[in-house]
């Protein structure tokens, strides 16, 4: 199983401001092969960007991702106040299809 | 746009079984996958297993083979969840969600709660 560390646990940043969220793979699987998913409290995960960097419909332009072979990283520019959520990274390479255990962005 | 609907809430005994169901509306979920994940509260995300309706093929994750069954029923779009000898541990928000690779879109959850 490939197990997926994301980091900083928890990411305290003030609105306006650029947030940088890493999450790296057990073993090299190739960035074509990650997800990126925001949820909010009491809200399900949405998808924001597949193949590591392809935005998912109506999802800003101001989230980014990019990345190769086990890191990747999920890029916020211009911090509004609806993107303070919870991050988590998820790689579909090989199941079962693990996530990794999210970043907590704060408003600081 | 298609989006899912889940069954609601449950709260079951320990040792019984749930089904819960996820329901397309606005499209077909005859040429997607299902996916099944379960988020513990507070906890993060657990891939539970998917299924193929076209092909009638599921796979699970280790942790849940054995217990769980996955199943979609094309004439109606719905996919099915059933998780067996249930345990305190399994309360969680179940969600569904399309796609077997990235998933897009996700089912709002349905809260199954275990409890003697």
């Known amino acids: 199983e490939i197990v997926l560390t994301q980091s900083p646990g928890t990411l305290s940043l003030s609105p306006g401001e650029r947030a940088t969220l890493s999450c790296r793979a057990s073993?090299?699987?190739?960035?074509?092969?990650f997800a990126w998913y925001q949820q909010k409290p009491g809200q399900a995960p949405r998808l924001l960007i597949f193949?590591?960097?392809t935005r998912a419909t109506g999802v800003p332009d101001r989230f980014s991702g990019s990345g190769s072979g086990a890191d990747v990283t999920l890029t916020i520019n211009r911090l509004e106040p609806e993107d303070f959520a919870v991050y988590y990274c998820?790689?579909?390479?090989?199941?079962?299809?693990?996530f990794g255990p999210g970043t907590k962005l704060e408003i600081k | 746009q298609v989006q899912l609907v889940q069954s609601g809430s449950e709260v079951k005994k320990p040792g019984s079984s749930v089904k819960v169901s996820c329901k397309a509306s606005?499209?077909?979920?005859?040429?997607?996958?299902i996916t099944w994940v379960r988020q513990v509260p507070g906890q993060g995300l657990e891939w539970m297993g998917r299924?193929?309706?076209?092909?009638?093929?599921?796979n699970y994750g280790p942790k849940f083979q054995g217990r769980v069954t996955i199943t979609a029923d094309r004439s109606t779009s719905i996919a099915y969840m059933e998780l067996s000898n249930l345990r305190s541990d399994d309360t969680a928000v179940y969600y569904c969600?399309?796609?077997?690779?990235?998933?897009?879109?996700w089912g709002q959850g349905t809260l199954v709660t275990v409890s003697s």
């Open positions: 969600a399309r796609y077997a690779n990235w998933l897009d879109p």
């Open positions: 606005g499209g077909s979920i005859s040429n997607s996958a």
């Open positions: 299924v193929i309706p076209l092909l009638g093929t599921a």
């Open positions: 073993q090299s699987i190739g960035s074509s092969y």
């Open positions: 193949g590591a960097a």
């Open positions: 998820q790689q579909y390479f090989s199941t079962p299809y693990t």
